[in-house]
């Protein structure tokens, strides 16, 4: 059935499609024919709706509903809900400017054979929660840990444990009760981690029941892959494995480039093609290596559920597809990424993705909370789950810390716990068991601003009616004419390292008394966001000497530009006081005063 929302639409009513069912009594039974709606908060493209689906609820039974909206092959939203009372509401989820078709199925199971519920949680920890050894008071790992009990996974998936596992394994523990507890195995092998470094972990409330022995040919190790069979409630079973893939061959640098360039109508560096190529350096043999070699090794023919969590080093094909194009950060930007799609060719979802198809609105950046996150949503950490009874319920990624964790010292550097975001995800394994037992994880809309909004209201004040001073800078590539001279390649730096230290200053100077409608701060356009500034003070003045504050500013580790309302102030002077910038720098690419027209 196709939909368009009509007119102040709130409510519209619409038949359900059933899809074909097991009969069984042990499992699942047809179930009645469910009808839904779409309550939606506007009337047209850019609403925010969600579906109410209604079945028949009967004793001793929950149902299993599942909803899709879609636009031909593309898909914007999908659920997969669990009821007892037999309705249910999707997330909400934007309507694209096109028809959409919505379909629902329901499935009507036995109370006591729904399945188990599994949360997963994928991370990189940086050098096992240290900073790559900067941090070493031992307070991001302890908050680490307390994040980790937080989450409270079932299974979690750990890239770069680097000396930590047995500190996060008994911060785990810590006060938990018998049947709560965690079981870790170290992955890397000492062959493996004597070179590289202990890399991968896996802790675990289910069963050990047996670990799979070291794998490694030309293309991967222990330090790439490990894994164990993990007995489930129930007596069935599920394979999990740790992963990490090669970094070079840079494809969050190379895209976020390309995507910039597009954007503002910059000479590409690199094709599509060339970009693409990235993958092909070593994460497509690697990639091959462990879903053609070394998983077949380790399971054989066993059809239990197969579930995967790492760095993959790699962005989605899925994300940077024509669908998303125009999303926020993609600049046109289409690229069909050979590496994550050989995941889906082997039969394993991209969880986070299939929670949340529609990548503008959920972009689950988790490359880097500590370094910046660029201009693009860079995704690449992962959860991967295969089998016929796997089923997701919900994911989400996290980039920051706990509340109670913000007031320490250690949240102006280190933003997040680690420079990578983490992957949690929600999923149920169908079989014995009373299916879901809390509330799915579930991602917020954006996780940042809609990227390069639109210009300020009034006139651009030339850049040749300009001039720019620094109480530091670096000679050559950091002076502060860099900052006023239309061009969005070069950048003011501080001095660096930086000598004097923050706070740092840049005036600008607009040659005579103006009345200013506002003026754009555009930070470093680089994927090195070294001194992008994140905390200061824009202030004013009529003379160059006497400077008088308008307001504080706190901007985000991101590319998009920080405008500031001046609401017709007067002034001939601009400065901006940067009190923290990333690394202890002062750096911006531009800063663009408007006057009213």
């Given amino acids: 059935?196709?939909?368009?929302?009509?007119?102040?639409?709130?409510?519209?009513?619409?038949?359900?499609?059933?899809?074909?069912?097991?009969?069984?009594?042990?499992?699942?039974?047809?179930?009645?024919k469910p009808s839904y709606r779409l309550d939606c908060d506007g009337n047209g493209p850019g609403s925010t709706c969600t579906v109410v689906a209604t079945g028949k609820a009967r004793p001793h039974r929950v149902e299993e509903f599942v909803t899709t909206v879609r636009s031909g092959d593309q898909v914007w939203a999908r659920d997969?809900?669990?009821?007892?009372?037999?309705?249910?509401?999707?997330?909400?989820?934007v309507l694209p400017d096109k028809d959409v078709t919505v379909d629902v199925s329901l499935t009507s199971l036995p109370e006591k054979h729904v399945g188990t519920p599994l949360r997963l949680m994928a991370?990189?920890?940086?050098?096992?929660?240290?900073?790559?050894?900067?941090?070493?008071?031992?307070?991001?790992?302890a908050q680490m840990i307390d994040y980790m009990n937080e989450v409270n996974p079932d299974i979690l998936f750990v890239v770069e444990g680097y000396g930590s596992g047995q500190k996060i394994l008994d911060g785990l523990n810590a006060g938990r009760a018998e049947g709560d507890r965690f079981a870790g195995v170290q992955l890397t092998t000492p062959e493996d981690y004597s070179v590289n470094g202990d890399n991968l972990w896996l802790y675990t409330k289910l069963d050990i029941q047996k670990v799979y022995p070291r794998?490694?040919?030309?293309?991967?190790?222990?330090f790439n892959l490990g894994g164990a069979r993990l007995g489930l409630p129930n007596g069935k079973h599920v394979h999990a494995f740790s992963l990490w893939t090669w970094h070079d061959g840079w494809a969050y640098g190379d895209?976020?480039?390309?995507?910039?360039?597009?954007?503002?109508?910059?000479p590409r560096t690199k094709t599509n093609e060339q970009i693409l190529e990235g993958d092909n350096l070593r994460r497509v043999a690697m990639g091959k290596a462990i879903l053609e070699k070394a998983i077949p090794s380790f399971i054989g023919d066993d059809d239990a559920p197969v579930l995967m969590g790492g760095d993959l080093n790699a962005q989605s094909h899925l994300d940077w597809s024509e669908q998303f194009a125009d999303a926020p950060g993609h600049g046109g930007v289409v690229l069909p990424w050979p590496y994550t799609?050989?995941?889906?060719?082997?039969?394993?979802?991209?969880?986070?993705?299939?929670?949340n198809p529609d990548a503008g609105r959920y972009p689950g950046r988790t490359w880097s909370p500590y370094h910046g996150m660029g201009a693009i949503p860079g995704r690449i950490d992962y959860v991967f789950a295969r089998g016929k009874d796997v089923r997701v319920l919900g994911s989400r990624a996290d980039i920051d810390r706990l509340p109670r964790h913000r007031q320490s010292w250690l949240n102006q550097p280190y933003p997040f716990y680690s420079d990578h975001g983490s992957v949690i995800t929600d999923v149920l394994i169908r079989g014995k068991g009373t299916g879901p037992d809390r509330e799915p994880v579930t991602e917020e809309p954006g996780k940042g601003r809609h990227i390069w909004p639109a210009e300020p209201a009034g006139r651009r004040i030339p850049p040749a009616e300009l001039k720019a001073t620094a109480s530091t800078f670096k000679p050559g590539v950091g002076d502060p004419r860099n900052a006023i001279d239309g061009k969005l390649t070069t950048d003011f730096h501080s001095d660096y390292p930086a000598v004097p230290p923050q706070p740092h200053t840049i005036t600008v100077d607009l040659g005579r008394?103006?009345?200013?409608?506002?003026?754009?701060?555009q930070p470093k356009l680089r994927t090195n966001m070294n001194g992008t500034i994140l905390k200061g003070m824009v202030q004013v003045s009529d003379d160059g000497i006497t400077f008088r504050d308008v307001t504080p500013v706190e901007w985000p580790r991101m590319t998009a530009p920080n405008d500031v309302s001046l609401q017709g102030l007067s002034a001939r002077y601009i400065r901006l006081r940067s009190d923290y910038g990333i690394g202890g720098a002062s750096a911006l690419a531009e800063i663009i005063p408007y006057e009213k027209a």
């Fill in 1 to 32: 059935m196709r939909f368009l929302v009509p007119p102040l639409a709130v409510a519209v009513a619409l038949t359900g499609l059933l899809a074909a069912t097991n009969t069984t009594a042990a499992s699942a039974d047809r179930a009645s």
């Fill in 80 to 93: 997969t809900l669990y009821t007892r009372d037999g309705q249910v509401r999707s997330r909400p989820f």
């Fill in 123 to 141: 991370w990189n920890l940086f050098v096992g929660g240290t900073y790559n050894r900067q941090e070493n008071t031992g307070e991001n790992l």
């Fill in 215 to 222: 794998y490694a040919d030309a293309d991967i190790s222990s």
């Fill in 255 to 266: 895209t976020h480039d390309a995507a910039v360039q597009n954007t503002h109508g910059l």
């Fill in 341 to 355: 799609k050989l995941y889906t060719d082997h039969g394993f979802m991209d969880t986070f993705r299939y929670a």
């Fill in 513 to 521: 008394v103006r009345e200013l409608s506002a003026v754009r701060f």
